[in-house]
């Protein structure tokens, strides 16, 4: 086992023209190589702003965030970038796929930025819409694909560069019941079986309780943080 995130004492303000708002207001939270976690809580709680520092996508004003053992408040742009695409894979509620590209290209972009050859991109993105069950579309546009397809795209364009974590934010927000639940159990599959570690925000709890893990944020702070099954009981 080893630590993937680590964080202590983190703090968030942003600043509005009403003012200062402090949205996290001091997150402790460690968790291991291979957990499966689910972060719950009401809108407005901090999540998202929680996601988008872990993902490094945004700064903590304060606190100290260790991913994959490396300390990201000492590191430049580059390296926090760097570290960023190697170690983690990102899900959005909306997929945030190119609506102009074909599947192939959507899943290949991490590759462009990591600099790997036209040739091996393409190689690589139809073995990942393989392993998401999309193979005879990769010259789709994401337009001719239903919505749970579209995020099984997006799943795959994730996992291409071989992310130690993947971050999910309402990854099944946009999605019918039966759908969501396919999605799911393709991220029970990518931490069962490939080991990968997942950290995703969802409101249902039908959804959460595909996790090992349950934290709940209120008011910019952790207020439970269990065993999903436990909380669940706790819950009814
Ligand atoms: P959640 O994802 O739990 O719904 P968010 O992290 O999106 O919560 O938002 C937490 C709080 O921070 C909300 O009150 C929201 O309005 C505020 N907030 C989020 N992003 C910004 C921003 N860029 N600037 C100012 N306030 C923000
Ligand atoms: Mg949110």
Redesign the pocket.
């Known amino acids: 086992m080893s630590e993937v995130i680590q964080i202590t004492h983190l703090t968030k303000n942003?600043y509005?023209d009403a003012g200062e708002?402090c949205?996290l207001k001091g997150v402790d939270i460690t968790i291991q190589s291979g957990e499966f976690v689910a972060i719950m809580?009401?809108?407005?709680?901090?999540?998202?702003?929680?996601m988008n520092i872990l993902g490094c996508l945004d700064k903590a004003t304060s606190g100290e965030y260790f991913l994959n053992q490396t300390n990201t408040t000492s590191l430049s742009k580059n390296d926090l970038a760097t570290l960023r695409n190697t170690v983690i894979g990102f899900v959005f509620q909306g997929f945030n796929l190119l609506p102009r590209k074909s599947l192939i290209d959507n899943v290949a972009l991490p590759l462009v930025y990591a600099g790997v050859s036209l040739h091996e991109r393409r190689e690589r993105a139809k073995m990942m819409l393989k392993s998401v069950g999309l193979e005879p579309f990769g010259t789709y546009l994401p337009t001719h694909i239903s919505g749970g397809q579209q995020q099984r795209v997006a799943i795959a364009r994730a996992l291409v560069n071989h992310p130690k974590l993947i971050l999910a934010d309402e990854p099944t927000g946009n999605l019918d019941t039966k759908t969501s639940q396919e999605i799911m159990q393709l991220f029970s599959d990518l931490n069962e079986k490939e080991g990968i570690t997942v950290v995703l925000?969802t409101h249902e709890p039908d959804i959460a309780e595909y996790a090992k893990r349950l934290v709940n944020?209120v008011d910019g702070k952790i207020q439970h943080d269990g065993p999903t099954t436990r909380m669940m009981e706790k819950a009814q």
Do not use: A, I
């Not at 809580?41 to 929680?50: I, L, N, Q």
């Open positions: 942003y509005t708002v949205v809580g009401p809108s407005g709680s901090g999540k998202s702003t929680f925000v944020f």
